[in-house]
């Protein structure tokens, strides 16, 4: 995989980036929306695919990227496909923080050290390049202004910071209400996307820590022939932060 383009977690993380505060919205939903954003990329990629409300890998080849290839192997070696729910409810920790390393890495963002109560050090990310934000904004207010069906990859983004709650962020207020509905039907544009989505919302909503005590998330059956997970899935491992890396983000 090239690196001309940007991967989806990548653009949700710069969505929810607040361009005069340099913190993130939604924060504890992001970190579930990034891990979503992983698998929708990967399917993008050809390496997994939905199946049912699971998910397998079908082409266990590396993409380049680092980080999803982390995520991929991971997959790989559960040998079976897994419940969505289960891989986004999974512990990652760290992952917002490895992608906005990345983004640093990469140019698209730089840290501003501070302090929380003149004390705690915290560490705000400013973009380098409003332009980025703008264009990937752009491309969600297309989809919900002209009502034309965006492409996988829009639709996928929609339905993600549908899940996370992020339009609120991007449309506030009464005003703003149109616009988070549109986003919201966005999310039947893409399978896949609408799959991880809804296993993020599910998440959110405990189906997740239910499903994994071996119950069925309310208002949903259990599929057939599906064992009671006694294990949390696992997900991209906590990165180690290294020299201004190792402050707290602020939220």
């Known amino acids: 995989?090239?690196?001309?383009?940007?991967?989806?977690?990548?653009?949700?993380?710069?969505?929810?980036?607040?361009?005069?505060?340099?913190?993130?919205?939604?924060?504890?939903?992001?970190?579930?929306?990034?891990?979503?954003?992983?698998?929708?990329?990967?399917?993008?990629?050809?390496?997994?695919?939905?199946?049912?409300?699971?998910?397998?890998?079908?082409?266990?080849?590396?993409?380049?990227?680092?980080?999803?290839?982390?995520?991929?192997?991971?997959?790989?070696?559960?040998?079976?496909?897994?419940?969505?729910?289960?891989?986004?409810?999974?512990?990652?920790?760290?992952?917002r923080q490895t992608y906005l390393s990345h983004l640093e890495r990469c140019g698209m963002v730089h840290a501003v050290a501070g302090q929380m109560c003149g004390v705690l050090p915290t560490t705000r990310y400013q973009a380098t390049d409003n332009e980025i934000s703008r264009e990937i904004r752009a491309r969600?207010?297309?989809?919900?202004?002209?009502?034309?069906?965006?492409?996988?990859?829009?639709?996928?983004?929609?339905?993600?910071?549908?899940?996370?709650?992020?339009?609120?962020?991007?449309?506030?207020?009464?005003?703003?209400?149109?616009?988070?509905?549109?986003?919201r039907d966005l999310i039947r544009h893409d399978p896949m996307g609408g799959l991880v989505a809804h296993a993020v919302m599910d998440v959110q909503n405990g189906a997740g820590a239910q499903a994994r005590r071996g119950g069925a998330p309310a208002g949903r059956p259990a599929a057939a022939g599906s064992r009671p997970v006694t294990e949390p899935a696992r997900g991209v491992p906590m990165q180690p932060h290294h020299g201004s890396m190792a402050r707290a983000v602020a939220h």
């Open 140 to 183: 969600l207010d297309s989809a919900i202004r002209t009502g034309v069906p965006p492409d996988p990859r829009t639709a996928a983004l929609a339905a993600l910071a549908h899940a996370v709650g992020l339009g609120k962020h991007l449309y506030p207020g009464n005003e703003g209400r149109s616009s988070r509905s549109r986003l």
């Open 1 to 95: 995989m090239g690196r001309s383009r940007r991967t989806l977690p990548e653009e949700l993380l710069l969505l929810a980036l607040d361009p005069t505060t340099g913190t993130t919205a939604q924060p504890q939903s992001l970190d579930l929306g990034l891990a979503g954003a992983q698998l929708v990329e990967l399917a993008l990629a050809g390496r997994i695919a939905p199946d049912g409300d699971r998910i397998a890998v079908v082409v266990p080849r590396p993409t380049g990227d680092p980080t999803l290839d982390c995520a991929l192997e991971l997959l790989r070696r559960r040998g079976a496909p897994v419940r969505a729910v289960h891989w986004i409810g999974g512990p990652r920790l760290g992952l």
